[in-house]
């Protein structure tokens, strides 16, 4: 189950300038290619039923992990919420350079 989210969401992601990419039950975003910084998506079971754990890591180049945001979502919810997390959260890890 979790690894058809992990599918789903790196689909709806996945662009010319952003590549996705679904392993098991999560999704590694690379966001430019000039900086070796990797968001993880990870899908896991929640405390109650019909939810689902999302976790957004922001890894380094050696897979460090520098920050994580979680919550709980809706099962039926899970691929497109991450999707629009996802680019809320590139807006504050990878700001804009001047």
Do not use: C
Request: charged share 25%.
């Amino acid at each position: 189950m979790f690894d058809t989210i992990a599918r789903e969401t790196a689909a709806l992601i996945h662009n010319p300038a952003i590549e996705a990419r679904a392993i098991l039950n999560s999704v590694y975003v690379d966001v430019t290619p000039d900086d070796e910084r990797t968001v993880k998506i990870a899908f896991g079971p929640a405390g109650a039923q019909g939810l689902v754990r999302v976790d957004f890591t922001l890894l380094d180049a050696k897979k460090v992990h520098l920050d994580t945001v979680s919550g709980d979502v809706f099962l039926v919810d899970a691929a497109e919420l991450s999707h629009k997390v996802v680019f809320d959260l590139i807006e504050v890890w990878y700001p804009p350079f001047a």
